[in-house]
Nanobody, 119 residues
Framework: QVQLVESGGGLVQPGGSLRLSCAASGITVRLNGMGWYRQAPGKEREMVASIVGGGTINYAEAVKDRFSISRGNPRGNAKNTVYLQMNSLNTEDTAVYYC?????????WGQGTQVTVSS
């Protein structure tokens, strides 16, 4: 059974940083495409960043140059973890952040982690 568990969200001031983690079980993240999405109140869920098995990375225009997606060290304890480093956060980044993968055409989502950017 594939499970994704996000962590690392919280309250941060504008200009601050957070690192989100997505711990995956039942898959090997370096072989699977993984994505970070977010949903702000009253808005549709949107893709933030994605990394495919081959390592190609894509970012939403709104977070380019501020956010960075990466995979854990394949030889370390975090080999099945995907990270989202978020820098220069602003209030528009406030949302629930979700991790997602696809397994045999089926979307698997984590439960989400809340990120609130506020002074």
């Amino acid at each position: 059974q594939v499970q994704l568990v996000e962590s690392g969200g919280g309250l941060v001031q504008p200009g601050g940083s957070l690192r989100l983690s997505c711990a995956a079980s039942g898959i090997t993240v370096r072989l699977n495409g993984m994505g970070w999405y977010r949903q702000a109140p009253g808005k549709e869920r949107e893709m933030v960043a994605s990394i495919v098995g081959g390592g190609t990375i894509n970012y939403a225009e709104a977070v380019k140059d501020r956010f960075s997606i990466s995979r854990g060290n394949p030889r370390g304890n975090a080999k099945n973890t995907v990270y989202l480093q978020m820098n220069s956060l602003n209030t528009e980044d406030t949302a629930v952040y979700y991790c997602k993968t696809n397994v045999y055409g089926r979307e698997i989502w984590g439960q989400g982690t809340q990120v609130t950017v506020s002074s």
